[in-house]
T-cell receptor
C-alpha cells in the first residue's frame, strides 16, 4: 500500500538552530515529490518539486533532498517566520495527477 | 504566477442549507482542479478530482450527491455542499494544475472555512 509518513510530528527550534524534517514514502513508481508550507488557516504554499534520487533544491534557508525512500527538508538558521506546518506529497504512476499527502510536521521557531 | 483564489474565505450557514464555494485560477488555465478537506491539525484529504467539461471523480467515501462539483470552464470549479450539517464543518481547499505546461505541481487556493450551525 502506498504511504507517506513524516517525522517528527512537531519540532520546536530556537532561532538559528538548524535541523531537518523527514518524509518517507513507499509508492509504486514515483513521478514527483513535493514540499509545501502551510500557515494556520491558509492553503499550502508550494516550495519544491523533486523528481529523482540525488536531486536537491534550495530556496533561502530551505534545502530539499531526495533518495529512493525518503526526502529531507533541511532548515538552516531558521527564523520565527519559518514557523509553519510543512507538508510533503508524492505523485505516483498509479494515481494519475493525484497527490498523496503526508501528515505534516509542525515547526515552531522560538526567538 | 500560478495564483488560485477561493470565495468565500469564510461562510456560516444553518443546517439544511446549501453552500457554494468557488475556486478560480487567476493567471493560468487549469484542465484539472482538486478539492480537499482538512480537519484541525490533520493533513489534506482529497475529496474529488474535477476535470473541465467532464464529471468529477470522487474519492471513496465521498458522497457525490452531497458534494456537487462543477468545472464549467478552464479557470473555474465550484463545490456545492448540499443540505449541510454540522459534521460538514471543515476547511475546504482547492488546487489546480496549470494545463498548458508540463508542470505537475498543484497550486492551492487560500481555503474556505465552513461552519454549519
Amino acid at each position: 500500500e502506498d504511504q507517506v509518513t513524516q517525522s517528527p510530528e512537531a519540532l520546536r527550534l530556537q532561532e538559528g538552530e538548524s535541523s531537518s524534517l523527514n518524509c518517507s514514502y513507499t509508492v509504486s513508481g514515483l513521478r514527483g515529490l513535493f514540499w509545501y508550507r502551510q500557515d494556520p488557516g491558509k492553503g499550502p504554499e508550494f516550495l519544491f518539486t523533486l523528481y529523482s534520487a540525488g536531486e536537491e533544491k534550495e530556496k533561502e534557508r530551505l534545502k530539499a533532498t531526495l533518495t529512493k525512500k525518503e526526502s529531507f527538508l533541511h532548515i538552516t538558521a531558521p527564523k520565527p517566520e519559518d514557523s509553519a506546518t510543512y507538508l510533503c506529497a508524492v505523485q505516483a504512476n498509479n494515481y494519475g495527477q493525484n497527490f498523496v499527502f503526508g501528515p505534516g510536521t509542525r515547526l515552531s521557531v522560538l526567538p | 504566477g500560478a495564483v488560485v483564489s477561493q470565495h468565500p474565505s469564510r461562510v456560516i450557514c444553518k443546517s439544511g442549507t446549501s453552500v457554494k464555494i468557488e475556486c478560480r485560477s487567476l493567471d493560468f488555465q487549469a484542465t484539472t482542479m482538486f478539492w480537499y478537506r482538512q480537519f484541525p491539525k490533520q493533513s489534506l484529504m482529497l475529496m474529488a478530482t474535477s476535470n473541465e467539461g467532464s464529471k468529477a471523480t470522487y474519492e471513496q467515501g465521498v458522497e457525490k450527491d452531497k458534494f456537487l462539483i462543477n468545472h464549467a470552464s478552464l479557470t473555474l470549479s465550484t463545490l456545492t455542499v448540499t443540505s449541510a450539517h454540522p459534521e460538514d464543518s471543515s476547511f475546504y481547499i482547492c488546487s489546480a494544475i496549470p494545463g498548458l505546461t508540463r508542470s505537475v505541481e498543484q497550486f492551492f487556493g487560500p481555503g474556505t472555512r465552513l461552519t454549519v450551525l
